[in-house]
């Protein structure tokens, strides 16, 4: 049960004689043993000294009734007992961790609650769930999360066993009944026991979603979180590392330089971007480097922003502070932007200056090629001689500085999805034929074809001002923390390269991967395997236009806002799976568990992809190459959106409906079955 944050504390003479916390996620930490014959005040005065707050007196009265509680429950067990056991990624605490044996059990309690409320539920799930995910001393356990409700009637005990990753379902139970499930459990039977030593101080590397890292870097100003980041993997580390040091460089030495971060889907090159942006927002006023991330994507955008000033709000208002939140929604929109409200902002104040000396352009490669800013110039501005690309008139908004300034291009891999949208080579262009004397730094990966760097490669190996900096590429996929090579599978799927697509799937063994051909059953597959708060949803091409038969209508457009942060009790929130997100509204953004629903737009036909956009009342070829391409990478999105699992959904087709022929759907279900995913029974 959580505590606030107001200044009365435990007398210092208490505090004093008690000797810290061994475990470094705890407040508390003993054997049970121990636990049990220590005094109320030595254990609730490690508990005040360990917060990093103050502690009111509601939470120093709920400390008391929880010791109270544990103390009669585990009367005569050895064991090991953690409270208020730090969960970072989830940004809070769990109220008890018990380590009986070779099990963990993770117990939340709500003191004088009555009720077994969902909310409750789900919080102790969540607790559970990332400590098998994400604690390496909780991989091989089998944990159970355990909610107690103090003044609830009294629930049967049930037969109660682990899922797959040795994860139980949430225990309910009252104040009373909290030692009858532990003994029913016999966690301390036939298991190997738990170090409790090691399992405190083993390494926690979580991989949060990009709304919960950008939540955790703007509120705490951390440098040091985006290690905890990538799961193991040294690569998200090295990458931010070095684009501090470019950001470094260039100011020390008054020169002007763009960076362009590669990586694969959900590699975290959002992550790096809010994290340097954070960064120089805490720095802006000590020093000149004030950053800003810029982005394109609007629902991106729009969620991000939503949910800083939610998780404001939250903080904000529980400790009286309300009329802060002006000042929170001010700044978060100063720090999170539109790239097109930079860019008319630019247009506006045509000589002067930006504030910012640091600018992250996320998804770069979709910045609009000369073409397409010219249209829209002369259309939406009456401007009607521009001549610029995006990326060329970006760069000379930022080239006004007169000392020094950096751009940051975080660049995806076959992420074009929309007409006019230019890649990474009109970048390359823009400062070889306008700004020659900025600095280039690129990693080698950028060579790869999935860039779209084009002829403009050749041209910047002979750039006088071009460095080849290898951790700029982030090379391993972090969305997927259970599947690492998720990206390299769909790849290949997508490549119609079905060796390597059948050889990569053997990988993924930790990441369900099915296929329906029953809508209805898809849907129960994803609620049966989604816990505690995990996100789920349905998504679709946006030229998925022939399956409105089966309630999806990629015509209605969603709000990114309702369907990303609201609860599954909202209609309009994905869980309730009633609306698809299309690739422009789920592009930067992710789920836990994803419903692909695969339409007619996209044929495996003749060992070959054919192409197809709904017209009128028939289908119709797409010829142009380009066209091809956006509509491969808008289903390379969709297969890439999901963190744990998903299942892909290909309609058997209606013999009466000639645009829902069976042959337009049959083929591609075969080769994706006969890339070895497996086919969901219901």
């Avoid at 009367?75 to 090991?80: D, F, M, T, V, Y």
């Avoid at 690569?235 to 684009?243: G, I, K, P």
């Avoid at 362009?260 to 090159?269: I, L, Q």
């Avoid at 000149?288 to 939250?314: H, K």
Wanted: contains cysteine.
């Amino acid at each position: 049960m959580r505590g606030g944050t107001s200044c009365q504390r435990q007398p210092r003479a208490i505090l004093a004689a008690v000797a810290p916390p061994g475990s470094p996620y705890a407040y508390f930490d003993s054997s049970i043993e121990s636990f049990i014959s220590a005094s109320m005040n030595e254990v609730v005065g490690r508990l005040t000294l360990g917060s990093r707050f103050g502690v009111e007196r509601d939470q120093l009265r709920a400390w008391e009734a929880e010791i109270e509680i544990l103390r009669v429950s585990l009367n005569g067990l050895s064991g090991h007992i953690y409270i208020e056991f730090e969960v970072p990624r989830i940004g809070s605490r769990a109220d008890t961790v018990l380590l009986i044996g070779g099990t963990v059990l993770v117990v939340e309690f709500k003191v004088g609650m009555s009720e077994f409320a969902r909310g409750a539920l789900d919080q102790v799930w969540d607790y559970a769930l990332d400590l098998k995910n994400f604690h390496a001393g909780s991989r091989g356990a089998r944990i159970v999360p355990i909610f107690v409700a103090t003044d609830a009637p009294d629930t049967p005990l049930a037969h109660h066993t682990p899922r797959d990753d040795g994860v139980f379902d949430p225990i309910q139970c009252n104040a009373a009944g909290l030692r009858a499930v532990i003994d029913a459990l016999e966690p301390h039977s036939g298991l190997p026991a738990l170090d409790p030593q090691a399992w405190g101080n083993a390494a926690y590397r979580p991989t949060p979603t990009i709304v919960e890292a950008a939540q955790r870097f703007y509120r705490e100003h951390t440098v040091d979180a985006i290690r905890g980041c990538d799961a193991g993997q040294k690569n998200l580390a090295r990458t931010s590392e070095c684009v501090n040091a470019l950001i470094e460089h260039t100011r020390a030495h008054g020169q002007k330089a763009i960076a362009f971060v590669t990586g694969v889907p959900g590699a975290g090159k959002t992550l790096v971007g809010i994290k340097i942006a954070s960064e120089g927002r805490v720095h802006s006023h000590a020093d000149p480097t004030q950053a800003v991330y810029l982005s394109g994507n609007g629902p991106l955008v729009a969620v991000l922003r939503e949910a800083l000033i939610r998780d404001g709000r939250a903080r904000f208002v529980g400790r009286g502070v309300q009329s802060h939140m002006a000042n929170v929604r001010q700044e978060v929109k100063l720090f999170i932007q539109n790239v097109h409200h930079f860019r008319d902002e630019g247009l506006r104040q045509a000589n002067r200056a930006p504030n910012e000396h640091v600018v992250i352009f996320d998804e770069a490669q979709r910045a609009w090629n000369r073409e397409m800013t010219e249209s829209f110039m002369k259309r939406k501005k009456g401007i009607p001689h521009f001549d610029k690309s995006e990326p060329e008139f970006l760069l000379s908004c930022m080239d006004r500085n007169p000392d020094w300034a950096m751009v940051i291009c975080l660049v995806g891999g076959g992420q074009e999805i929309n007409r006019g949208e230019a890649g990474i080579g009109a970048w390359i262009d823009a400062v070889i034929a306008q700004f020659p004397r900025w600095k280039v730094y690129a990693s080698p990966e950028l060579h790869d074809s999935e860039y779209a760097a084009g002829n403009a490669l050749a041209q910047l190996g002979r750039h006088a001002h071009f460095s080849s900096k290898p951790d700029l590429h982030l090379a391993v996929s972090m969305r997927s923390f259970r599947a690492e090579q998720l990206s390299a599978f769909v790849k290949a799927l997508l490549d119609l390269d079905a060796a390597s697509a059948r050889s990569t799937l053997k990988q993924l063994t930790k990441y369900p991967l099915v296929l329906s051909r029953d809508l209805a059953a898809a849907k129960r597959w994803i609620r049966s395997q989604a816990r505690g708060t995990e996100r789920y949803g349905l998504v679709a091409s946006s030229e998925a236009q022939r399956l409105r038969p089966h309630a999806i209508d990629v015509r209605v457009e969603i709000d990114p806002v309702h369907y990303f942060l609201n609860d599954r009790a909202d209609v309009r929130s994905s869980c309730f799976m009633e609306d698809a997100a299309t690739e422009f509204q789920i592009q930067g953004l992710e789920l836990d568990w994803a419903c692909v629903t695969w339409d007619a737009d996209l044929r495996h036909s003749g060992g070959r992809w054919s192409h197809h956009s709904f017209r009128g009342h028939r289908w119709e070829s797409i010829r142009k190459a380009e066209r091809q391409q956006y509509l491969k990478n808008a289903y390379r999105v969709l297969l890439t959106r999901a963190r744990q699992g998903m299942v892909v959904f290909v309609p058997n087709g209606e013999s009466s409906d000639e645009t829902r022929s069976h042959e337009f759907y049959d083929e591609t279900y075969q080769y994706l079955r006969g890339l070895g995913i497996p086919e969901l029974t219901d």
